[in-house]
């Protein structure tokens, strides 16, 4: 099982537009290709907030299910209408939990 990690910092223009980006997070990523858990969370604290404006974990059976995914048209389509225009910062991790 791999999950893997995710975390954005918007750009300032876009900051005040969080809660929907975070809502199409939680609306397209849990039905792509290969995904078999999406959590998606917004700062709970103000150490966190001044770091990160959103964090998304998505969980993988394999990784070439990973793989397969990050290469789905659809999910191509979103990271570059939905994400690229307003993150200035992002950090994406994977870890194989077993």
Request: aromatic letters at 10%; glycine letters at 2%.
């Given at each position: 099982?791999?999950?893997?990690?995710?975390?954005?910092?918007?750009r300032a223009e876009s900051r005040g537009q969080r809660d929907q980006i975070a809502a199409a997070c939680r609306d397209t990523l849990?039905?792509?290709?290969?995904v078999r858990a999406c959590v998606v969370g917004t700062p709970a604290d103000g150490d966190s907030e001044a770091a990160w404006?959103?964090?998304?974990?998505?969980r993988f059976a394999t990784l070439p299910d990973l793989e397969a995914y990050?290469?789905?048209p659809?999910?191509?389509s979103f990271v570059e209408q939905?994400?690229?225009?307003?993150?200035?910062?992002k950090k994406i991790?994977?870890?194989d939990i077993g």
């Open positions: 099982m791999i999950e893997r990690h995710h975390y954005f910092r918007l849990p039905s792509l290709p290969g404006d959103l964090a998304v974990t998505l990050r290469a789905d659809a999910h191509r939905i994400l690229t225009p307003h993150v200035e910062v991790w994977n870890f």
